[in-house]
């Protein structure tokens, strides 16, 4: 994080949707209501993004006490968290270096948030019901068949990382796969930002994982065996586009193909995670289903 910077990453996501996003909604846009059918492909996809983004930002932001920022944008639906984390103060953290990595990420997925609702104005989705507590048990009995049980990710650090590799690889090759699907070059450079964003955020996360591998597994917890679990559970259900931390080479940083190209998942592959299911319509950790056209 560059605090020296006149211009910092909050005001530059606020330029950028100014004079690049902010503009393309206006010309797909008319009078509030929405361009032709043949238009509407960049809104859809923008909005399957955004919902994608309220979870992530419902997930930092609980864990450091700015859920409030969240709830304020979007509507009302509901949040569903594990009983006993305190709204106001979030988290207990015990290692100051993954907490300040956090509350960097947890900064920026809010603001992937705000600037995508505002740029979409009135054709943003407003935000889903979602689920941080039953969804995050179902996801760790899936993944362990059936061994961890009443998994919480805001019970520690370490949990708090597993449950931050759940979603970040997905958003990662959720933006590359709509890549091929945006037809304007403003949201399609709004977009490309925000993958790279991700991207940072999936490395960290990744990297805070596996430097905490070894210590974990002196107190007898098998980080990299948790992480292979999740990551082949994904790979089940969302075209086998997945690593763990490590494989024969050492570790794995960046998922990507043999090109060193990271993967892309088409929307399908998407909801099948994020509703812990395949073919589903709604579940997991959006009990209703995504809001907008692609859900």
């Not at 956090?102 to 920026?108: L, V």
Request: no cysteine; aromatic share 8%.
């Amino acid at each position: 994080m560059s605090d020296q910077n006149p211009m910092n990453r909050r005001a530059a996501l606020s330029t950028l949707g100014k004079v690049g996003l902010g503009a393309a909604a206006a010309s797909v846009l008319q009078g509030g209501a929405l361009a032709a059918p043949a238009k509407n492909i960049d809104v859809d996809v923008l909005n399957f993004a955004l919902n994608l983004e309220y979870l992530e930002a419902a997930f930092y932001a609980a864990a450091v006490g700015r859920l409030s920022e969240l709830r304020a944008i979007g509507g009302g639906a509901p949040i569903k968290l594990p009983a006993g984390l305190d709204l106001t103060r979030g988290m207990q953290w015990k290692d100051g270096n993954v907490e300040a990595y956090i509350r960097d990420i947890a900064e920026d997925e809010i603001s992937h948030v705000k600037f995508l609702h505002k740029a979409l104005g009135k054709a943003a989705a407003p935000r889903p019901a979602l689920d941080l507590a039953t969804a995050f048990d179902a996801a760790g009995q899936a993944a362990s068949g059936g061994k961890i049980k009443g998994f919480n990710p805001y019970a520690n650090d370490l949990f708090f990382l597993h449950g931050a590799f759940i979603f970040e690889d997905v958003g990662v090759t959720a933006y590359n796969g709509a890549a091929t699907l945006i037809t304007n070059p403003a949201y399609l450079q709004a977009a490309a930002g925000i993958l790279a964003s991700e991207a940072y955020h999936a490395g960290a996360i990744r990297t805070l994982l596996y430097a905490h591998a070894q210590e974990a597994a002196a107190a007898g917890l098998v980080v990299g065996q948790v992480v292979a679990a999740i990551s082949g559970l994904r790979g089940k259900v969302g075209g086998g586009k997945d690593a763990a931390l490590s494989d024969r080479m050492g570790a794995v940083i960046a998922p990507t193909d043999m090109n060193g190209v990271v993967y892309a998942r088409n929307t399908r592959e998407v909801l099948n995670i994020v509703y812990l299911a395949p073919n589903a319509s709604r579940g997991g950790f959006y009990p209703n289903g995504l809001n907008g056209s692609i859900k």
